[in-house]
């Protein structure tokens, strides 16, 4: 069942551990009741595939997931015709005396569906569900990749030539991200409703935490997030995301770690930084300033 309003999409999201924003719950809420796609920018590792997911999950339906990148084509998205049984039916059909036609070749049997064609199709385990795409990052795909999106996204429909329009009894819900590699054309997002996923206030990002890494103690994971979000105010080239703290927390957990020190930090600082630049500019004494952050 799909949520009521918008505290019951909040409600429904905290049970499935995601914790968002009012804006954000807003923005998926009128997704859902105007049928539009919900584009979601922001850095990486703030959230925005695991909205996906908890959708999926508190709709009770498969999550489909198109990984976007370069040279991405309608064969690995969209479908393909399955060209081995192809030639096997035309040989039958030519052993039994029966003259093959296009009807016969070009069947539902024959085609090898992929995720945009899924996500127009019912969930053969719960039909009367709301499907949910994810096409995660975008802006790794090549502009003509977009253009073809246009039809899907405007009237969830795709047109195949030797089939014809495979058209949705019910939209799907289409959750489409984008890291801001490069600019997503004003085309694609003119369909979407948009929303920007920053970072989370600290109260927010250590209930993620506390959901996500129970392993940690709750004192672990106060220090814990009240150092990354210290570490984000640096000038660093690539901040840690959410998804970072909770990797941190997971490994320090690990480690039987159970207070942080700057050894602790130092030893483990590869969970939360991904660049060398970022590894030496975290030095010793900016360790201490960011542990001299309170809990």
């Known amino acids: 069942m799909e949520p009521a309003s918008i505290d019951d999409t909040l409600a429904r999201l905290g049970e499935q551990k995601y914790f968002a924003s009012r804006e954000l719950a807003t923005a998926l809420f009128l997704a859902l009741k105007m049928q539009r796609p919900l584009f979601l920018e922001g850095e990486p590792g703030v959230g925005k595939t695991d909205l ?69 199709l019912p969930d053969p385990l719960n039909p009367d569900a709301r499907r949910v795409l994810l096409i995660d990052e975008i802006d790794r795909a090549d502009e003509p990749f977009e253009a073809f999106l246009l039809e899907l996204l405007s009237d969830f429909q795709v047109s195949i030539p030797e089939y014809g329009t495979v058209r949705a009894e019910r939209p799907p819900l289409v959750v489409m991200t984008s890291n801001r590699t490069r600019e997503v054309h004003d085309a694609l997002k003119r369909r979407c409703l948009y929303q920007w996923i920053g970072y989370p206030e600290r109260d927010v990002e250590l209930a993620i935490v506390a959901a996500r890494a129970p392993e940690a103690g709750a004192e672990l994971q106060a ?30 957990a690990a480690l039987s770690v159970s207070e942080l020190d700057p050894q602790s930090v130092q030893d483990t600082l590869g969970v939360l930084l991904k660049y060398q630049d970022d590894l030496a500019r975290v030095d010793g004494g900016a360790i201490a300033q960011c542990l001299a952050a309170p809990a």
């Open 52 to 120: 996906a997911k908890a959708a999926a999950g508190f709709i009770s339906t498969s999550m489909l997931r198109l990984q976007c990148y370069e040279g991405l084509d309608t064969a690995s998205a969209l479908y393909e015709w399955d060209y081995p049984r192809q030639i096997m039916a035309l040989r039958l059909a030519e052993a039994s005396g029966e003259a093959p036609s296009n009807d016969s070749l070009y069947r539902s049997e024959f085609l090898l569906k992929r995720p945009l064609l899924q996500a127009l």
């Open 223 to 252: 220090r814990a997030v009240a150092f990354v979000h210290r570490l984000r105010t640096l000038d660093l080239f690539k901040a840690p995301g959410v998804a970072e703290t909770i990797d941190w927390c997971r490994a320090l």
